[in-house]
């Protein structure tokens, strides 16, 4: 069910939409290297091949994982050949590209240079920070979104349906409620939803109509998942409330939610995930433990996985609800990006550049802190936004010591200002 064109793919939008960047440079056929990064079965590697295809360029496909510089350079020489011969681009397509190591990327550096080849990688890792940095700069970085639940049911409707590469020869019966189910509870995987209903179509048994009848249950089976016992509207209610409960400092409340959820079948990480956020937005610089809390609660959802891993969830929810609760790094974060919206004269200060130009007086030198005991009083920030306050220390828990510290530095007091 791989799709073949670029109307069967579905998702990612804000990529191959109309007029987006890589749809416009299809249409063009100006594509070049690309590094496409995102979760699992958002369609990273069937995209570079529809890109291959409508470009009418050669294809060569290799997997990090198993091949090395001799299948690399092997590429490069047929991709010369065939340039030099018949004018056709090659299009190196590369799975799981962050596993190759600098000797891997540097044996295709030249020929991506020289236009010998063109780079796509595909990969689930932040290019950025996994993959040698000479690669990445040569490259267009996109990156791929989870898939709408209604781009995911719209994917399986059509695999039942089709009977040339989907299951369409099956007579087959899904329920509209299996659909949103395994829509749901994919989150965003079109690969694994797609592989659930291969598994139910073909482990289940014709009834005596002759049709393969699909329902909830049998999907969760296939899945490995208990099905939900609550819809989607009740699911995002409850998850509300425990936010909501972190937030308010009901312990018992939060304590409640978290587990409704799970026993209805919702991943623990989902929790974890929202602790975290809760952690810096609700609770910051009151307690940044809670971050260090909640951090430790999703790794035990990872490696531990449920039921040994709730205990420790539940240690790390009664620690955020019993926190002191602060909103100022939530406020500080968003004066600062309205700033960044709207202030377009911000010259960096001059003794804060690279390369600052220092006049006979001395001005223009950058004091380092360390040398005047680890603070000195200099401008930072912009002209236009030197008397700027982003940060501002609430009264609660350990950021009411830092009250007194950004008064002298800054010459504010919250209560007034």
């Known amino acids: 069910m791989r799709a073949g064109t670029l109307e069967e793919f579905v998702g990612q939008e804000h990529i191959v939409g109309k007029n987006k960047l890589l749809s416009r440079a299809i249409s063009t056929g100006s594509v070049g290297s690309c590094i496409f990064y995102g979760p699992p079965g958002t369609g990273k590697t ?8 409508l470009l009418n360029a050669n294809i060569e496909k290799l997997n990090a994982v198993s091949s090395g510089v001799g299948d690399a350079k092997a590429v490069i020489e047929r991709a010369r ?27 295709v550096l030249q020929a991506i240079e020289e236009g010998s080849i063109y780079f796509i990688g595909s990969t689930t890792e932040n290019p950025y920070t996994s993959m040698t940095r000479a690669i990445v700069s040569r490259c267009t970085v996109f990156e791929f979104k989870k898939v709408s639940e209604k781009d995911v049911e719209k994917v399986l409707r059509r695999a039942v349906a089709d009977e040339e590469k989907g299951l369409g020869r099956f007579a087959t019966d899904v329920t509209d409620e299996a659909f949103k189910f395994l829509a749901f509870s994919c989150n ?7 592989n659930a209903l291969e598994l139910a179509v073909l482990s289940t048994k014709p009834a005596k109509d002759k049709i393969i009848h699909i329902d909830k249950d049998i999907m969760a089976q296939c899945l490995n998942r208990r099905p939900l016992s609550i819809d989607e509207s009740m699911y995002y209610d409850y998850l509300s ?8 400092s009901d312990t018992e409340g939060a304590l409640y939610y978290a587990h409704r959820l799970i026993a209805a079948g919702i991943d623990p990480l989902i929790v974890a995930r929202r602790m975290i956020a809760h952690a810096s937005e609700d609770i910051g610089m009151a307690d940044s433990n809670a971050l260090l809390m909640a951090c430790c609660a999703m790794y035990a959802c990872e490696k531990l996985g449920a039921p040994e891993c709730l205990l420790n969830l539940s240690h790390a929810i009664v620690y955020l609800c019993e926190a002191e609760k602060s909103n100022s790094v939530l406020n500080a974060m968003h004066s600062a990006m309205e700033d960044v919206e709207k202030e377009r004269d911000d010259v960096v200060p001059n003794h804060l550049k690279n390369h600052p130009s220092i006049n006979k007086d001395g001005h223009g030198r950058y004091k380092y802190p360390h040398n005047f005991g680890g603070y000195c009083k200099q401008q930072y920030m912009p002209d236009n936004l030197k008397d700027r306050i982003y940060y501002v220390p609430s009264e609660n828990g350990r950021e009411k010591n830092l009250i007194r510290k950004k008064m002298g530095k800054n010459g504010f007091n919250p209560k007034e200002d």
């Open 46 to 53: 069937t995209l570079a091949g529809i890109i291959a295809k």
């Open 81 to 107: 050949s065939q340039k030099q011969l018949l004018g056709m681009d090659t299009y190196l397509l590369l799975d799981e590209c962050h596993r190759w190591n600098k000797a891997q990327s540097d044996c």
């Open 188 to 194: 965003g995987d079109v690969r694994a939803s797609l």
């Open 241 to 248: 409330a425990f936010c909501k409960s972190i937030r308010g």
